[in-house]
Structures are given as structure tokens and as C-alpha cells.
């Protein structure tokens, strides 16, 4: 049930008796001297929680757990989101945590490390920090050229992904994914810089290969990448 919008609390103070009130020969206040009272208001509307209307919703709520056909009511989702949150009270994957620890975790460590050192050194004299072509520089398409746009940064994602696998950091992840987007924006200023150095052939080369970082394979194996049905017409 609700109570007021704004509940009214005592708090005590504590005073001296009527008597004497001077600071200096005043005796200390003793048990029963305690006692003005003042109020003061909370600017929120407060509402008690009641068990007994829960357990009276209870039949309610059971018959909405079995509403439904099954299959069609998004179950795959409450239990990748339960599964989840039990992964994040846990601190670990149970069953899984070893194997992702023993092997996802270096592979993606070494393979992007690989990754980037082949990528960098292919590109030869042409390498450079910056995000804007040299004079120099030519226009690869092939090789992991060939999969994605961006290998230098998919492999340097790759390799914090791992580390951060191995080393159980969750600091390290949540900045991985940071990184994400700083490489998503470098990227964006860097291909800006392409098109106008390569002109036609590097537009060419962002519609033959469509992935900045992951393959177009892996993106649209990303189920919020799929095409999404539109319910037939009634």
C-alpha cells in the first residue's frame, strides 16, 4: 500500500532541561533530559513492500511462466541472460572457463599477434603510425588483406581479447572494448584518407570486403546482423 508522498520521520536532539541553560554551569544532560523532537520531510513517495501481495500474485505469475507456445516466447534469451548473470555471480564460466583459459584465450593472443607482425611487415617500407597513406604506399587486397580491411587493428583486438582471457582481467576487457571504438573511429578517418588517394578502386575495395576487422563470414554469423523476417500481411 502506499503512504503519503511525503513521509515524516523524528529525529531527536538532545537539549537541556528548562532549568538552567548556561553553557558553563550547566550539569550534563542525563538520560531523561533528551528530548526535543523535530521533523523533517522525504520528498519521495515511499512505498512499503507488502510479502502478502506477492504470494497472492503468485498464481498469477505462474500462469504467465506458462502462457505461451513454447519455442515462440523468447526462451532462448531468458536463458543466455540467466546463464549469463550466474557467470557474473560465479566470476567464471563453469565447464568452460578451463578450456577458454587453456585455449581460446592463447590462441587469440598468438594468432593476433601474428597477425598484425605479417600484416606490418608486408606492408614493407609503406608502414607507418599514422592514419593517412604514404607516397609510397600501396593498395593491398589480398592475402588477410583479402578478409578484412583492417588487419593491424583485427590482430591487436584479437591479442587483448586473449590476454584478457588469460589473465581473467575484466579491467582488461572492458578497455579492449574501448579500444573497439577508438579503431573504429581511426579507421573511419583512416579510409576517408584511402578514398582519396585510390579513388574508385579502394570504393571497390570496401564493397568486395565489408569487414573493417572481423570477416563478413563471422559479422553476419552475429545473430543481431541477420536479416530480420517481416510478419506476413493480414
Known amino acids: 500500500r502506499n503512504v503519503p508522498y511525503y513521509k515524516k520521520f523524528v529525529v531527536l536532539k538532545s537539549t537541556l532541561q528548562d532549568g538552567d541553560k548556561s553553557a558553563n554551569t550547566s550539569p550534563a544532560p542525563k538520560g531523561g533530559d533528551i528530548i526535543k523532537s523535530e521533523t523533517f520531510e522525504w520528498p519521495v513517495e515511499i512505498k512499503e513492500f507488502d510479502f502478502s501481495e506477492l504470494v497472492k500474485n503468485f498464481e498469477s505469475i505462474?500462469?504467465?511462466?506458462?502462457?505461451?507456445?513454447?519455442?515462440?516466447?523468447?526462451?532462448v534469451y531468458v536463458a543466455l541472460q540467466a546463464g549469463l548473470v550466474l557467470c557474473i555471480l560465479l566470476g567464471t564460466i563453469p565447464f568452460l572457463g578451463k578450456?577458454?583459459?587453456?585455449?581460446?584465450?592463447?590462441?587469440?593472443?598468438?594468432?593476433?599477434?601474428?597477425v598484425s607482425f605479417f600484416t606490418a611487415t608486408r606492408l614493407g617500407q609503406a608502414l607507418s603510425p599514422w592514419p593517412v597513406p604514404t607516397d609510397n604506399a600501396k593498395l593491398f587486397t589480398d592475402g588477410f588483406y583479402g578478409l578484412v580491411r583492417h588487419p593491424i587493428y583485427a590482430g591487436l583486438l584479437a591479442a587483448c581479447t586473449g590476454l584478457s582471457i588469460i589473465t581473467e582481467s575484466a579491467v582488461r576487457l572492458a578497455l579492449t572494448i574501448a579500444l573497439l571504438y577508438l579503431l573504429e573511429l581511426k579507421a573511419n578517418?583512416?579510409?576517408?584518407?584511402?578514398?582519396?588517394?585510390?579513388?574508385?578502386?579502394?570504393?571497390?575495395?570496401?564493397?568486395?570486403?565489408?569487414?573493417?576487422?572481423?570477416?563478413?563470414?563471422?559479422?553476419e554469423a552475429l545473430p543481431w546482423n541477420k536479416p530480420k523476417s517481416l510478419p506476413p500481411a493480414k
Open 189 to 219: 578517418f583512416e579510409e576517408k584518407a584511402l578514398v582519396e588517394k585510390y579513388g574508385v578502386a579502394y570504393q571497390d575495395y570496401q564493397t568486395s570486403v565489408p569487414g573493417k576487422f572481423f570477416p563478413q563470414s563471422v559479422s
Open 99 to 114: 578450456i577458454l583459459f587453456a585455449i581460446l584465450g592463447p590462441s587469440l593472443l598468438l594468432g593476433g599477434l601474428a
Open 62 to 75: 505462474r500462469k504467465n511462466v506458462l502462457q505461451g507456445t513454447m519455442g515462440t516466447r523468447g526462451e
